[in-house]
């Protein structure tokens, strides 16, 4: 059975149909990717399942009718996202910022102590900067407190909005290096982005979307190897 089945999502604002009868679904330790150029569709797909915006359709968790549902209870049933612009608490430290992750599961930080130790050896820049102020991070350490807080909600599907988004090739690797780490590790992955090169190196299948339409989508090698992908999004590199 799948973990995760989105079928005709529809996603309106206002007059606006910014996302039209996508489907997909995933499978536990799966890694699916959604591609396509700016203003497609993609982050809409991700708040539309989610209940963050208004949308049509069905979605199913473990089999079970979700939309509709609040998004506290899809978080506490283990679907997790780290948006897109981090959304961390600039003046709380590090830690502290993971700790707000964790306290969905537990209120008391001694329960979170292995959850918070997995993050820091997963993350050891983090451990070294626990007690700075999260708004003084770069921007790459900033991705990484906010897929740390994602963990520590223990997700069963973590959501990632263009985690590579304005960091440096070095970072995006690094960040990269570690979602691969939590994929053999069995965590299910839906990862929305325009780096195309990137995501479909990690995915197992993508979706790429153009003007809230799916408009091709396969397993991530031969999308890789479609002359429409390596056109419009992959480029000669
Ligand atoms: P990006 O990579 O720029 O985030 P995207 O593929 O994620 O692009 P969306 O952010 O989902 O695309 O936007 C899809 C369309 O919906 C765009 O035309 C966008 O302008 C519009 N849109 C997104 N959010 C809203 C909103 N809150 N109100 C009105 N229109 C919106």
Do not use: C, H, W
């Not at 153009?210 to 992908?229: F, I, N």
């Amino acid at each position: 059975m799948s973990l995760l089945s989105v079928q005709g999502l529809t996603v309106r604002y206002g007059p606006l149909e910014a996302v039209r009868e996508v489907s997909f679904s995933l499978r536990e330790g799966e890694a699916l990717t959604l591609i396509g150029p700016n203003g497609a569709g993609k982050t809409s797909v991700l708040r539309g399942l989610l209940g963050l915006a208004q949308a049509e359709g069905k979605v199913f968790l473990d089999g079970e009718e979700v939309r509709g549902r609040s998004p506290e209870a899809l978080l506490s049933r283990g679907l997790v996202l780290v948006p897109e612009g981090r959304a961390l608490f600039p003046g709380l430290s590090v830690e502290d910022n993971l700790l707000l992750g964790g306290f969905t599961r537990f209120r008391r930080r001694e329960n979170l102590r292995p959850d918070l130790e997995r993050v820091y050896t997963l993350f050891p820049r983090l451990l070294e900067r626990r007690r700075q102020p999260a708004g003084t991070l770069s921007g790459g350490e900033q991705q990484m407190l906010a897929i740390g807080r994602a963990l520590m909600a223990r997700p069963r599907l973590l959501l990632l909005d263009e985690p590579s988004l304005g960091l440096a090739p070095l970072m995006v690797q690094e960040i990269y290096r570690i979602l691969g780490e939590l994929k053999a590790q069995g965590t299910t992955l839906l990862l929305v982005e325009q780096n195309a090169k990137v995501a479909l190196a990690l995915a197992d299948r993508g979706l790429v979307l153009e003007a809230g339409e799916v408009v091709l989508e396969g397993p991530a090698e031969a999308l890789r190897q479609d002359p429409r992908v390596v056109e419009a999004y992959l480029g000669l590199s």
